[in-house]
């Protein structure tokens, strides 16, 4: 009996989702980037619920009055803009009138609830060929209704997302925060029974059919608006006891205290840094029974590499060592590398390192400080994609295991700080303020440059 429940317990660990900080050559998203933090509910700032259900029924509105113009003739050779949006059709607009119009006053987003428009929550980005970070989203819907002169008409339902980041570039834990809403291809409700009987009986060319065509051609896309700009360092949700207060409260940029160096002045000294040397990249030849043509004979982007280490970006080759990337024959082979990246670590908690490959494989690996970032032994990851082959009696999807990069890491401590070198003011300790949701631990006690053997390289 216990053997059943020890071999339970081990296929759960199997399956459990990952842990932070503890993954090696792993396929699928990687982890979310430990910044951006995720803010606590009490931060300083934060966007409003009223202020988004604004901004989309404004956008919303633009969008409809542009269809009912369009539909009365009117052209807008240069694009339509809220200028272009006349007195007498944001009338029409605000009165439910025309062929297109909000189902309800009930229906647009200031007005509509939690029915149309759904309470925010924390999430994180799930891309497989870059790294992921956190962000604050939340799902609606814009319901219309199409009413053309008869009785006919059709629900017409844009289903929409909204995404709110503290956008940072190149792995940095300050950025600005950016609100995107995302909204999907209309969807037309079924025709209503008197619709469907002139389909049958009066109208050969299916009325329901032209509507759709016709209404998707002139509705086009509601607009999609991008806000923001203001600096951060973290971004979280908030919920009210009235769901239309929800917010996604962030913290926050900080600046370097006055008077005192940021951590990474002159060029890193004052904090722990990593050194990631590639040594080679090796093509794997093709599983058997798969065509030459899955591993691209030719193509360019088959030599051109990203590899990603806690979010800044390294290329390869670079543009001015190679342009014309490297050369790696589809049947297999290895291409000796002699570049590196040094990173700085400062309090993080992880060093993360994506590798992806043009043609659309990628794989990832990440170390916790605890455990000196994987600084020694050198790793291997092997980039991984699906295709589909031929197969009876249906095709098969295929894994290919295909690009691996042979790389080593060298962990560079921090110099320990002596009286003589700028601390906080006075000697005392800094205040504690309730900031973002952040928890990193002590540095490794034995870990230096010497721990791997020197290598000259390249720093790209």
């Known amino acids: 009996m216990w053997q059943r429940i020890l071999a339970a317990l081990v296929v759960g660990q199997l399956f459990m989702p990952a842990t932070a900080l503890a993954q090696d050559e792993a396929l699928g998203p990687?982890?979310?980037?430990?910044?951006?933090?995720?803010?606590?509910?009490?931060?300083?700032?934060?966007?409003?619920?009223?202020?988004?259900?604004?901004?989309?029924?404004?956008?919303?509105?633009?969008?409809?009055?542009?269809?009912?113009?369009?539909?009365?003739?009117?052209?807008?050779?240069?694009?339509?803009?809220?200028?272009?949006?006349?007195?007498e059709f944001a009338t029409k607009v605000r009165n439910r009138e025309g062929l297109v119009k909000w189902r309800s006053d009930d229906a647009r987003p200031l007005k509509c609830g939690s029915g149309c428009f759904g309470r925010p929550f924390n999430s994180v980005t799930r891309n497989v060929d870059k790294p992921n970070v956190r962000e604050a989203m939340l799902y609606g819907q814009l319901r219309f209704e199409i009413d053309p002169t008869g009785p006919v008409n059709r629900d017409l339902t844009y289903s929409y997302e909204v995404h709110v980041q503290c956008k940072t570039a190149e792995g940095a834990r300050n950025g600005d925060i950016e609100i995107k809403v995302d909204v999907g291809d209309p969807v037309l409700g079924e025709p209503h029974a008197a619709e469907a009987a002139l389909d049958f009986l009066l109208l050969p060319a299916q009325i329901s059919r032209r509507i759709e065509s016709g209404m998707r051609a002139k509705v086009g896309s509601i607009p999609t608006k991008v806000l923001g700009g203001e600096?951060?360092?973290?971004?979280?949700?908030?919920?009210?006891?009235?769901?239309?207060?929800?917010?996604?409260?962030?913290?926050?940029?900080?600046?370097?205290?006055?008077?005192?160096?940021?951590?990474?002045?002159?060029?890193?000294?004052?904090?722990?840094?990593?050194?990631?040397?590639?040594?080679?990249?090796?093509?794997?030849?093709?599983?058997?029974?798969?065509?030459?043509?899955?591993?691209?004979?030719?193509?360019?982007?088959?030599?051109?590499?990203?590899?990603?280490?806690?979010?800044?970006?390294?290329?390869?080759?670079?543009?001015?060592?190679?342009?014309?990337?490297?050369?790696?024959?589809?049947?297999?082979?290895?291409?000796?590398?002699?570049y590196c990246r040094t990173v700085s670590l400062g309090g993080s908690d992880r060093l993360q390192l994506l590798f992806v490959n043009a043609l659309g494989g990628a794989v990832w690996s990440q170390f916790a400080r605890t455990a000196g970032f994987g600084a020694g032994t050198p790793h291997r990851i092997t980039t991984g994609r699906t295709i589909v082959v031929p197969g009876t009696p249906k095709p098969r999807v295929v894994p290919l295991r295909e690009f691996e990069l042979l790389y080593r890491i060298v962990y560079l401590p921090a110099p320990v700080l002596t009286d003589s070198m700028p601390g906080p003011r006075g000697g005392e300790r800094p205040p504690r303020g309730r900031g973002p949701r952040d928890s990193t631990v002590a540095l490794p006690e034995v870990l230096a440059e010497g721990d791997a053997a020197p290598t000259p390289c390249r720093e790209i």
Not at 39 to 57: D, G, H, K, S, V
Not at 278 to 295: D, K, M, N, Q, Y
């Open 30 to 87: 990687p982890e979310a980037l430990q910044y951006p933090l995720e803010a606590n509910e009490n931060a300083p700032r934060a966007i409003t619920m009223p202020f988004l259900r604004a901004a989309i029924q404004d956008a919303a509105d633009l969008g409809l009055c542009e269809a009912l113009m369009r539909e009365a003739g009117n052209e807008f050779p240069n694009g339509f803009g809220a200028q272009d949006c006349s007195a």
């Open 231 to 338: 600096t951060c360092r973290s971004i979280g949700v908030s919920h009210a006891q009235d769901p239309k207060f929800d917010s996604m409260p962030f913290d926050l940029a900080q600046a370097p205290a006055r008077g005192r160096p940021a951590m990474d002045a002159v060029a890193g000294v004052r904090t722990d840094r990593a050194r990631v040397e590639f040594l080679s990249i090796t093509r794997h030849p093709l599983p058997v029974g798969v065509a030459p043509e899955h591993a691209r004979p030719g193509a360019i982007e088959a030599g051109y590499f990203n590899a990603y280490l806690n979010g800044a970006n390294v290329p390869f080759p670079p543009p001015l060592g190679a342009p014309d990337g490297l050369q790696l024959p589809p049947g297999g082979g290895t291409v000796a590398l002699n």
